[in-house]
């Protein structure tokens, strides 16, 4: 049985940081890519960045330069600097067994969430 965990969530003032993790236990070692998404109230779940097993990244444009994604063995990571208001959501992690490794592609493995806000 595979569970994501995710950690790290909280309440920043704009232009702070946080980093998010995601801890991964159980049948991961097909694990070929895995991602953060978020969702916002009233608004559709959006990709944020995925990274697949050789460390291959991909973002939503808008994050590129201000959030870092990374992996370290079972846990997976997102650093998110200069926060924005509109950065407020629930995140999610993610993981799928196969290929493609994309914002877009589909995930099969869901962790519960943690919820970030940003104060302006």
């Known amino acids: 049985q595979v569970q994501l965990v995710e950690s790290g969530g909280g309440s920043v003032q704009a232009g702070g940081s946080l980093r998010l993790s995601c801890a991964a236990s159980?049948?991961?070692?097909?694990?070929?890519?895995m991602g953060w998404f978020r969702q916002a109230p009233g608004k559709e779940r959006e990709g944020v960045a995925t990274?697949?097993?050789?460390?291959t990244t991909s973002y939503l444009y808008s994050m590129k330069g201000r959030f870092t994604i990374s992996k370290d063995n079972n846990t997976l990571y997102l650093q998110m600097n200069s926060l924005k208001p509109e950065d407020t959501a629930m995140y999610y992690c993610?993981?799928?067994?196969?290929?493609?490794?994309?914002?877009?592609?589909?995930?099969?493995?869901w962790g519960q969430g943690t919820q970030v806000t940003v104060s302006s």
């Open positions: 990274i697949d097993s050789i460390g």
């Open positions: 993610a993981a799928r067994a196969g290929w493609p490794c994309g914002l877009t592609s589909h995930f099969g493995y």
């Open positions: 159980g049948y991961t070692y097909n694990f070929y890519c």
